[in-house]
């Protein structure tokens, strides 16, 4: 048995990626979004500089990928009417083997039209010319700013100091509403960053380095042909109340906690997981406490999952739960009322500061909005939406805002799922990842 034996046992057949039926279908769709006599351009992300002529690894922009499959560098794909029906052309870099030796093959324009959803495909040396005299005559062009900046400058020649309108509208109302094959892909994504974790926790000792632990994660998603979706947190101690802490650089210590914050991406799509769990695999009573109370949340929040409820019932649901336990705990010395604030805003938020989750897909942050504080309307959970449950509560030590007992304090407990919106109720799709303490404390450091 290789290194990861059991996770490769315990993991399904990988699904096959997106059909390219389903990409046309999206471009239909997508076309059909658009006003009268409009071309709409998709980029790539640019390539960002790590170090003098290195650079960071690339990932291909999920608008791209969700219409045309197409991770090449430099690949643009436009949409365009002709004869009355609409057309995909995929800008590609056309074959040189003298650069081809250095950085890869390239499909070419002929590789490209016969192994991609496209109509047509064209040298991007030509993009210029070629896009410029495209745009002429047209009222509207579908443009995302910033990622391409030869792109941006034809755009802005040919709109004179207008505003290109923005796909985005169109294409992420689609991407919220999951298909099948979305939905599996997701499922193994979920899977495979859930038995992750399972073996970060079994090998998981005091006087180990939270970068051991990242390092276990990362090498298990790379050993079935992943990758991080974010950059992976692991907080031990104190470092688990830093929401955004990733330098996973400390040694966990005996009697902390450590919150582990890891999804991969399986063919762009994200999976989204947050574990705690005591470093020498005993809570103690105070870990214990804040612990159970968190996990109680979550599993409200995830029952508050129902197709037809509004997005704001998840983070009701979490919040309740949270603010009569800290009351309960005496942490809180206030009515529920104060607690919970007219708007969510109430003392509780100071030790549980961000949202009870968002939705999830080809971005870890998925596009449609429903993010506690963006500006746009509720939205109602229908099935199809995957969204994560990450309710938590946060004791830093070195906080001055706060007055708490010290048993409290270095505490920092986030536990989170991914789930799926359905007609049946809610689908936990990180089912595998165990989060009952009996479970856990028979699982961190038995190897
Ligand atoms: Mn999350």
Known sequence: MTMYGRVTSALGKRPKGIEHSEMRQRQRDFCAGMTANSVAIITNNPVAIRSRDTHHRHRFNSYLHYLTGWHGEDGVAVFFQSDGDWKCRLYVRPRNVKMEIWTGKRPGLGGALSGWPVDETMS????????????NDIENVYHIHGLDKEVDDVVDSVLHGGEPM????????????????????????ADLASYAHVEAMRECKPGMGEWHMQSIIEGCFLHHKSEWSYPSIVGSGDNATILHYNENKDIMKDGDLVL?????????????????????GQFTEAQRAIYELVLKAQLAGIEACQAGSPWSAMHRATSEVLAQGLIDLKILNCTLEDALGEDFNGLYRQFFMHGTGHFLGLDVHDVGGGRQGDDKPERILTPGMVVTIEPGLYFGSWREDIEIDRKWAGIGVRIEDDVLISENGPVVLTANCPKEITEIEGLVGFN
């Open 166 to 189: 923005d796909p985005r509208s169109i294409i992420d109302e689609m991407r919220v509403i999951k298909s099948n094959g979305e939905i599996a892909l997701m499922l193994y994504s």
């Open 124 to 135: 991007r040396n030509d993009i210029n010319e070629n896009l410029s005299e495209l745009l």
């Open 260 to 280: 582990i914050d890891a999804g991969c991406e399986i063919d762009g799509y994200a999976s989204d997981i947050t574990r705690t769990f005591p470093v020498n």
